[in-house]
């Protein structure tokens, strides 16, 4: 009992008198520096994020502090920047210096111990990454490839709410219908299968797989990660393809430059492209595509107004097609947002006349679910369940979700 109580006396002396070493011993600071709240011992600006919607404290900080302060997350210094023209010259002019990210729990855990693209540290190893990713997976000729993917997907939808909507209306959950169908597209492109819909028997891994996205979405941007050790295994499906014979998936693709150059086309970095492409390219398309829709239904006149555009331009003979985006500008700019000065309101018309920035847009999602977007306004009527609007509460998660209820 002594012992203890000697114990515990001794690590309250520890952390009081670090509060004291952190409250009262003044730190160098560089000149101009930029400007940070109060902090407190040891954990520093960490209370100042303890919110859900990660965006809300920054823009708070933002409002107090201006567009470039400093955050001390326990003995990481971090420096927010939330100016576009700073943001555009610390990735171009200084793009070298801050090529590197630092090596998170996160990324040992759930990109191979820091060898995916998106936390691998600049250099060679990089550099493949990006050659591949540029030349054998995002080049036109790829992406264009898929194509036929993209639209039987979306036939498939629009068959299943044309049957449920048949006579009279039918009541559309955003969310699971836009995952199922991002996922479905993602996955057909690189493996050839599909893991949602009415003619798959066997869902189980496709459950899986969605727990898992839903976690990483939600935990993503947390702090404490160290009991979150998901483990995916993409080795049975890297030698399913490499076993099957038929169409020329974006794995048999890589598979094939495997067979002429190994060592830029290991087994790791082609299941750490999966890895990524899944992870970035399922949640974040499914969620911004579902925050459009929502928006549309709150706004009518919007909805009214595009869906006027898709019949003047495309007609009713046909669906919309990925090629006539083109000239459906108030369509790109419903889909299209930028950093705005009122940031709250939906305001599709803002884009008529665009700014000096066209070319560093934030574009969450492609010219594939552009059209899936419109082919919902072309060829149904939406209404929202009741006179009371959609809730557009942000929900918990790196890709701010909506609320669920």
């Known amino acids: 009992m002594e012992e203890a109580t000697i114990f515990y006396s001794s690590l309250a002396l520890v952390f009081l008198f670090l509060g ?25 600006h960490f209370q100042l994020l303890i919110n859900p919607s990660l965006h809300r404290p920054f823009l708070e900080l ?23 023209s700073l943001v555009e010259e610390c990735f171009t002019k200084n793009d070298i210096v ?17 060898t995916t693209l998106i936390t691998v540290l600049y250099g060679d190893y990089w550099r493949n990454l990006c ?22 997907e979306m036939r498939r939808l629009l068959l299943k709410l044309s049957r449920n909507s048949h006579e009279v209306f039918a009541k559309v959950e955003f969310k699971s219908m836009f995952a199922d169908l991002t996922f ?49 295994n993409w080795a049975g499906l890297i030698d399913e393809r490499r076993n099957a014979n038929g169409e020329n998936m974006m794995i048999d693709h890589l598979l094939t430059l495997q067979e002429s150059e190994p060592e ?21 398309s499914a969620v911004a595509v579902e925050w459009a829709m929502s928006n549309l239904l709150n706004n009518p006149e919007v909805l009214k107004k595009a869906k006027e555009e898709i ?26 947002p930028e950093l705005w000065d009122d940031p709250t309101s939906f305001k599709p018309k803002r884009f008529e ?50 609320v669920e209820h």
């Open 311 to 336: 019949d003047a331009q495309v007609g009713e003979e046909r669906f919309i097609d990925e090629s006539d985006i083109a000239k459906l500008p108030y369509l790109r700019n419903i889909i299209d």
């Open 62 to 84: 933002l409002k107090k502090l201006g567009l470039v302060f400093s955050l001390q997350l326990g003995s990481r210094l971090a420096v927010v920047i939330l100016s576009l």
């Open 20 to 44: 004291f070493k952190f409250l009262f011993q003044s730190k160098p600071r560089q000149e101009n520096f930029s400007p940070s709240p109060l902090s407190l011992p040891i954990i520093g």
């Open 98 to 114: 801050l090529a590197n990210r630092p090596n998170l729990l996160l990324s040992k855990h759930l990109c191979y111990n820091h």
């Open 184 to 232: 479905n597209n993602l996955m057909r492109m690189m493996a050839g299968k599909r893991y949602y819909g009415e003619d798959v028997t066997d869902d189980s891994e496709a459950k899986d797989f969605r727990e898992f996205i839903v976690e990483v979405a939600e935990n993503g941007g947390a702090g404490n990660l160290a009991d979150y050790l998901p483990i995916l």
């Open 131 to 152: 050659r591949i990713c540029t030349i054998e997976i995002f080049s036109p000729n790829r992406i264009n490839k898929f194509y036929g993917i993209r639209k039987d």
């Open 353 to 402: 006349n665009e700014g000096k920035y066209h070319g560093h847009k934030y574009l969450p999602f492609g010219m594939g679910r552009r059209a899936s977007l419109g082919a919902l306004i072309q060829c149904f009527e939406w209404k929202r369940l009741g006179d009371e609007e959609i809730d557009m509460t942000e929900g918990k998660g790196i890709t701010m979700p909506k």
């Open 264 to 284: 830029s086309y290991t087994d790791q970095i082609i299941k750490g492209l999966i890895h990524v492409l899944l992870l970035v390219g399922s949640d974040t």
